[in-house]
C-alpha cells in the first residue's frame, strides 16, 4: 500500500478557505517558514479513502476478538463517544472559574462517589492519567505518609508475577523493590513474606487476581502480616474486571487502589491511550491526595487546594476529562447488577477457555481462573514450534493474538482474557482456532514457523528492525 506522500500530486487540494473579510496584514518574517512545509498534496476523497484503508488493515476491537490478557480490550459501547462529544464536554477550558462548570464537576465528583463505592474505600484523585502514573502516585503517597511519621522505610515488596510497571513506579518514588516468589500454587509464598516483612518495609504491591488469572485465596493473611509491621497494601487495579460487584479491595485490607478507566470502564485504549488511573485510599492516607481535590459543599462543587501534606500534582490540571465521561456513562447505564454481570460473565468466558485448550496446551496451574488463564506452549517446543509462532498463526484466521510471554514466571506464556463482552460463538470459534492450530503444530509445523500467511504484512526480521530502526519516511 502506497504511503500518502507517494499519492500526493503537486496541485490536489482538499480545502477551500473563506474569501478575506478582515484587512490583509503580513505576518512578521520571523515567524514564517523559510522553506515550505513538505505536507502531502490530494483531494479530501483521496484523504479519506487512505486512511480508511489503513484502518481495514489494522486488527482492532470492533473488527474481530482482541483476548489480550491484562490489557482487556473489551468492546467500548459507542453511546460512551457520544456523551463525550457533547459540546458542553468538549468545549470546556480547564482554567474557566468553577462557577462555569458546574456540570462537569459534578460528573466528576459522582464518578469518584461510584469509584469509592465499588472498592469501599474513603477518599480519592481523578487526577493520574493512566495506571502506571496512578501506581506511581500511590506509591509517592505511601512515601509522604511514612514521612510524615517520621519512619524511613526503604523496601515495597512486590511478587515476582508482577506488571513490569510495579518495580518502576516503586523507584520513581523513592524507594526499592523487593520481589516474592511465588509458591508451586502460582500466589504470594506467606512463609517468604512473613519472613522480609519488617520496620523497613513500606508495604506490598499486590495485582488481585494476580497476572496468572488467580486470586490471592489467602488475601486477609497477606493483609494482617503487612499491617502487624505498619506496612499499606497496594491493588494494582489491572485485573479489576473480576471482582465488580463481587468484592472489595477495602474488605480485603487494602489501603489504595487504582483503577484503570481505560479497561475496567470500557474506555478504547489502543494504540497506547488514552488512559486514566484514578487512585482511591483509605483515610490514613487522604492528606496525602494530589493537590486539588475535588469538594462538594452547600450544592456546589470546588477545587481543594490548601492540603499542605498533599505529594502535589501528578497530571496537568484535574486528568483525562473525556475518559471519566465514557467511564462515567458506562456506570451509569449498567448499574450496580450490570457490575456484578460483567465479572461473572469475564470469569466463565476465561475459564471455558482454559479449561478446553488444557488438553492441547499445557496449563501450568491448574486451578480455576478468574476473569483472564495462563497457558503455556512449551509443549509445542517438541515439533520446533514457540508461543509466538501460535500467535502469528492466529491472525490467520483473524483473530489478534493474546498477550504471550508474559507473566514471565511462565515459559512460553498465553495468557488469554476474553472479556465480558464477548459472545459464546465467538468463544467456541476461538477454542477451534487454538484446536486447530495444535495440531497443525504436529503436522506441519512449518506453517505456524512462516505465519501469518494473510496478513498485509509477513512476519517481520525483529532482530534487523530493532538494529536498522527507521521512523521517518523520506523521499
Request: proline share 7%; charged share 25%.
Amino acid at each position: 500500500m502506497e504511503l500518502i506522500f507517494e499519492r500526493s500530486r503537486p496541485g490536489r487540494k482538499g480545502f477551500s478557505l473563506p474569501r478575506l473579510d478582515v484587512p490583509e496584514s503580513e505576518l512578521p518574517s520571523k515567524y514564517r517558514r523559510k522553506t515550505p512545509a513538505e505536507l502531502p498534496e490530494l483531494s479530501e476523497p483521496e484523504v479519506v479513502r487512505h486512511f480508511i484503508n489503513l484502518s481495514i488493515l489494522n486488527h482492532h476491537v470492533d473488527k474481530g476478538f482482541y483476548p489480550l490478557g491484562s490489557c482487556t480490550m473489551k468492546y467500548n459501547p459507542k453511546i460512551n463517544e457520544e456523551t463525550a462529544r457533547y459540546p458542553g464536554f468538549t468545549q470546556l477550558h480547564p482554567l474557566q472559574p468553577e462557577r462555569t462548570v458546574q456540570g462537569a464537576l459534578q460528573l466528576m465528583y459522582e464518578l469518584g462517589e461510584y469509584l469509592k463505592k465499588i472498592v469501599n474505600l474513603d477518599a480519592i484523585t481523578l487526577q493520574p492519567a493512566a495506571g502506571a502514573q496512578g501506581e506511581f502516585t500511590a506509591i509517592s503517597m505511601f512515601k509522604a505518609y511514612f514521612n510524615k511519621k517520621g519512619e524511613r522505610r526503604k523496601y515495597i515488596l512486590i511478587p515476582d508475577s508482577a506488571h513490569g510497571t510495579n518495580p518502576a513506579s516503586v523507584n520513581f518514588s523513592g524507594f526499592k523493590p523487593l520481589t516474592i516468589n511465588s509458591d508451586d500454587q502460582g500466589l504470594v509464598d506467606i512463609k517468604k513474606l512473613a519472613q522480609v516483612m519488617n520496620e523497613e518495609v513500606a508495604g506490598l504491591m499486590l495485582t488481585n487476581p494476580n497476572t496468572l488469572g488467580l486470586f490471592e485465596k489467602n488475601i486477609k493473611t497477606i493483609s494482617e502480616i503487612v499491617h502487624s509491621k505498619g506496612g499499606l497494601l497496594y491493588l494494582d487495579g489491572a485485573n479489576l474486571n473480576a471482582l465488580l460487584g463481587l468484592a472489595r479491595p477495602g474488605d480485603m485490607g487494602f489501603d489504595a487502589v487504582h483503577f484503570n478507566l481505560h479497561k475496567t470502564f470500557s474506555t478504547p485504549h489502543g494504540g497506547g491511550g488514552p488512559g486514566s488511573g484514578p487512585v482511591a485510599v483509605r483515610k490514613i492516607l487522604e492528606p496525602f491526595l494530589p493537590v486539588p481535590v475535588l469538594r462538594k459543599e452547600n450544592g456546589k462543587f470546588y477545587f481543594d487546594y490548601e492540603r499542605p501534606d498533599s505529594i502535589g500534582k501528578v497530571h496537568s490540571f484535574y486528568g483525562n476529562f473525556l475518559i471519566f465521561v465514557r467511564a462515567y456513562t458506562y456506570i451509569r447505564i449498567i448499574g450496580e447488577e450490570g457490575l456484578q454481570s460483567v465479572s461473572r460473565a469475564a470469569i466463565l468466558n476465561a475459564n471455558y477457555i482454559i479449561q478446553s485448550l488444557k488438553d492441547y496446551y499445557h496449563l501450568p496451574y491448574p486451578e480455576f481462573c478468574m476473569h483472564e488463564g495462563v497457558l503455556s506452549g512449551k509443549n509445542l517446543k517438541e515439533y520446533g514450534v514457540r508461543t509466538l509462532d501460535v500467535a502469528k498463526r492466529l491472525l490467520d484466521y483473524g483473530f489478534h493474538a493474546p498477550t504471550i510471554y508474559f507473566p514471565l514466571i511462565v515459559s512460553e506464556a498465553l495468557m488469554i482474557e476474553p472479556t465480558d463482552t464477548e459472545s459464546l460463538q465467538t468463544i467456541e470459534e476461538f477454542i477451534e482456532t487454538m484446536i486447530k492450530i495444535a495440531k497443525e503444530a504436529k503436522e506441519n509445523p512449518e506453517i505456524l514457523k512462516s505465519a501469518p500467511h494473510k496478513t498485509p504484512v509477513r512476519r517481520l526480521d525483529e532482530v534487523k528492525a530493532a538494529k536498522e530502526l527507521k521512523l521517518r519516511w523520506q523521499k
